[in-house]
Every structure is written in structure tokens, then in C-alpha cells.
């Protein structure tokens, strides 16, 4: 969300920001709006004050005994009163229509962000690993899951139709596994702090992360009054919401194991077969709340604590520095970690970081403020996958098939699979 005081000074940095993202420029229409409530207002303030001088008019009137001036002084007192609440009226229509056309703004680019339209002008930053060679033809996770008879997507088709799986036995245990894996790594040595935070969220709180307005169609209603979170992204940004926090508090790093919910679930006809893009999945989301001088070095810290997750279960990954026209709505820069899939031949996504710089605080009124100073600054935000658990499922399962049909059990994960080294299939 934009101040609309920054774009009338920063009208030019404004509209090449949009350009960047392929937008058109729009500092002259939304100052147009702008204009037109501050006319609002200095009109009504003029008529303010004039009707103050009009009371004393009358006063002075009516002293004089003067009743046909006093009369002529009170005529026009109503027709001011009627007209502050025409302005009044004005001011309101201009201030909503300046929100929602802010609202609907997607965030300015940094600098260093590379440009381009698509996906294909996005620019590998780093890689790890090599991808392992076979001497069997790699299969895909869901011909290896439905091979064991642990991966079920007829069944959750005749519940909750497509997009939907039934993991179970040791299938189930290793997805259980990773994410709490994920979650000890990020809370034993990362310093985030764990949190449970609700599933279920008001209109605020989505906007307040910018799922809404802009991408309601993306998101599943329950009722009139709450939305399903579609990454705990939501509620742990918003426990900072309309609140000052000091900054010696900051950085304030969490961290959350949820079910996250998405009725949009990607391209049309894309992965419609797996768990690679689903309306139901787990994740384990980071979060970062800073000062506007930390986040850019937090932003390369939590790509650290991401890319560890796929380091300790030696998975082969790159790390691409998303373009403008492939950045998500509220991010200043994002960092996309791919992982390798043998059974595609192909890096795919399983963690995305960004920086959002004070996009959502202002969208929240998130603010900190120094010890002993009065005025206080809007924080920075952070989110990023740490990672998503379904997807990292998907990598350990294609990079450790063996020629039998099974599963090898990566060794970070062997604490939490009771022992159990190998998935195979039940004789």
C-alpha cells in the first residue's frame, strides 16, 4: 500500500516502478483523486470558517436589534451547513476511491531487481548439489506413491475432488517427519520463535497481507465473515498489526507449521496430476519483522535458512532472483528456491522468500519505533517457505527411489521415522 504523499513527491520513481512490472503509469490519475479530496477539504474548511464569522455576524446583528440582517446572516449558515455536508460527502467518496485504487497497486521493485516480463527473465543467483544419475528410468512421485499403495488420489477424488491426496503409512510419517524436522531446524538453530496461530482469518487480516482485494478468486470463503489462510504468512504478519513495537525487539523472527488453503492451485491444465499444485497442503512458513535498516540483510538470512533445510536432506536446488514481471503483488524482491526432480527432469519451485519492505505494515499500520523517540516508522516485513513440506515430500521421494519401487529414508529424518530406513512396499 502506498502513501499517497510519497507518490506526489516520487511521481517519476512511482511510474518507473510500475513500468518495470510491465504496468502503466498511474501518479497522474491517483493525484487526480488526490486533488480532488484536498479541494474537498479546503472548501470545507473555508466554509468552516466563514460560518464561524457568521455567528458572530448574527450576535452583532441581534444587538443591533437588526432582525432583517440577523435573519439574511442565518439563511446563509444553513445553506453552508448544507453544503459541508455535500463536501463532507465528497471528501468520503475521493478518500475510498483513492484506497481502493491504492489497494490494488503491486509493489515497487528494488533497484537491483532484474527486469523482464516472465518467468524467463529471471536470473540464477546460486546452486547446490548435483542431480544424481540412475541406472533405471527416474519415476515421478505419484507412480512411485501409488506403486507402494500409499499414495491414494481416487480416494480423495470421490471426497473433495481434484487437486486433493490421501497419504498413508510410512508415507504419511515421512511427510509428518519433514515438517517437523523443518520446524526443529528453524527453532533450534535459526532463532524463530514457534507459533499456532489460527486457521481461519477476517477481511482485515487478508488485507492487511494483500490477498485482498486484488485476489479474493484465489482464496476459499467459510462464511460471510472468515477466509481460510493460504499461508501462515497471514496471521503471523498480522500479530504486529495496528501496534508499535520497539525496536530492540526487532528482528522479530517466527515461524509456523499450518494446512494452508488455495482454491486457485495454478496454470490450467498444468500438474494436474501430484502433490505439486494442490487446494490443500502443509507448509512451514517464515516470517521476519524488521526495522526498515534490517531487512535487507534478514532477506539473505532467511534464503540461508531456507536453502538449509534442502542442504541437511541433500537435495539438489538453485536459487533464482526472481524478475519484475514474476514477483508476487507485495514484494519489493523475491529469491525462488528450486529444487531437483528427476522423475520431471526439472528444477521446480519449493520455497519462495521476499522482502515486502513496508508494503503490508502500512496496509496494517505496523509501526516500531526507537527507545526514547516519539515518532515511530512503519516496520519491514518477510515471509518466506521453510519450506513447503508437500513439495519437499515429492523431492525426497524422487532423489532417493531406488530400482525396487522404494524409498530410501534420508538420514536427518531418521529420528522422527522410529528407525525405519527405507519406505517399501507391504508384501
Known amino acids: ?4 504523499r510519497w507518490i506526489r513527491e516520487n511521481a517519476a520513481l512511482f511510474d518507473r516502478g510500475l513500468a518495470n512490472r510491465g504496468a502503466a503509469p498511474l501518479s497522474a490519475s491517483l493525484l487526480a483523486l488526490d486533488d480532488r479530496r484536498r479541494a474537498a477539504i479546503a472548501e470545507a474548511q ?7 464569522a457568521l455567528s458572530k455576524e448574527i450576535g452583532q446583528a441581534m444587538a443591533a ?33 483513492l484506497d481502493t485504487a491504492l489497494a490494488a497497486i503491486p509493489n515497487t521493485p528494488k533497484d537491483e531487481v532484474p527486469v523482464g516480463a516472465d518467468e524467463h527473465g529471471n536470473v540464477e543467483k546460486s546452486r547446490f548439489g548435483t542431480p544424481k544419475t540412475y541406472d533405471f528410468e527416474a519415476k515421478q512421485h505419484f507412480d512411485i506413491g501409488e506403486g507402494l499403495g500409499l499414495m491414494d488420489f481416487e480416494a480423495a477424488t470421490r471426497m473433495s475432488g481434484a487437486r486433493f491426496v490421501v497419504n498413508k503409512g510410512q508415507l504419511a510419517r515421512m511427510e509428518r517427519a519433514l515438517g517437523q524436522f523443518m520446524l526443529d531446524l528453524h527453532t533450534g538453530e535459526h532463532g ?4 499456532n496461530p489460527p486457521l481461519l482469518v477476517k477481511d482485515h487480516t487478508m488485507f492487511g497481507t494483500a490477498q485482498l482485494p486484488k485476489f479474493e478468486e484465489d482464496q476459499f470463503r467459510v462464511l460471510p465473515d472468515y477466509w481460510l489462510v493460504p499461508t501462515a504468512e497471514v496471521p503471523l504478519t498480522n500479530l504486529v498489526r495496528e501496534a508499535i513495537t520497539s525496536d530492540e525487539e526487532l528482528p522479530m523472527r517466527l515461524t509456523a507449521l499450518t494446512p494452508c488453503f488455495r482454491a486457485e492451485a495454478g496454470s490450467a491444465g498444468r500438474d494436474t496430476r501430484g502433490m505439486i499444485r494442490q487446494h490443500q497442503f502443509t507448509k512451514v512458513e517464515l516470517v521476519s519483522i524488521t526495522t526498515p535498516e534490517q531487512s535487507g540483510e534478514e532477506h539473505e538470512r532467511m534464503l540461508a535458512c531456507a536453502e538449509a533445510v534442502l542442504q ?28 531437483w526432480l528427476p522423475g520431471q527432469g526439472a528444477y521446480r519451485e519449493i520455497s519462495s522468500c521476499s522482502v515486502c519492505g513496508d508494503f503490508q505494515a502500512r496496509r496494517m499500520n505496523a509501526r516500531c519505533r526507537k527507545p526514547g523517540d516519539k515518532a515511530t516508522r512503519f516496520v519491514h516485513t518477510l515471509n518466506g517457505s521453510g519450506t513447503a513440506v508437500g513439495r519437499a515430500l515429492v523431492a525426497v521421494m ?13 538420514t536427518v529424518l531418521a529420528p522422527y521415522m522410529g528407525g525405519i530406513t527405507r519406505i517399501e512396499k507391504k508384501a
Open 65 to 97: 436589534k437588526d432582525q432583517a440582517r440577523a435573519d439574511a446572516l442565518k439563511a446563509e449558515v444553513a445553506a453552508l451547513k448544507e453544503r459541508l455536508a455535500t463536501l463532507e460527502a465528497e471528501e468520503k467518496a475521493a478518500v475510498a476511491e
Open 192 to 195: 524463530y520463535i514457534e507459533v
Open 1 to 4: 500500500m502506498y502513501d499517497i
Open 46 to 52: 473555508a466554509a468552516q470558517e466563514r460560518r464561524n
Open 398 to 410: 524422487e532423489n532417493y527411489q531406488n530400482a525396487d519401487g522404494s524409498i530410501t529414508v534420508p
Open 312 to 339: 541437511k536432506l541433500d537435495l539438489p536446488y538453485r536459487v533464482m532472483t526472481l524478475c519484475t514481471g514474476d514477483m508476487g503483488f507485495a514484494s519489493q524482491k523475491t529469491y525462488d528456491i528450486e529444487v
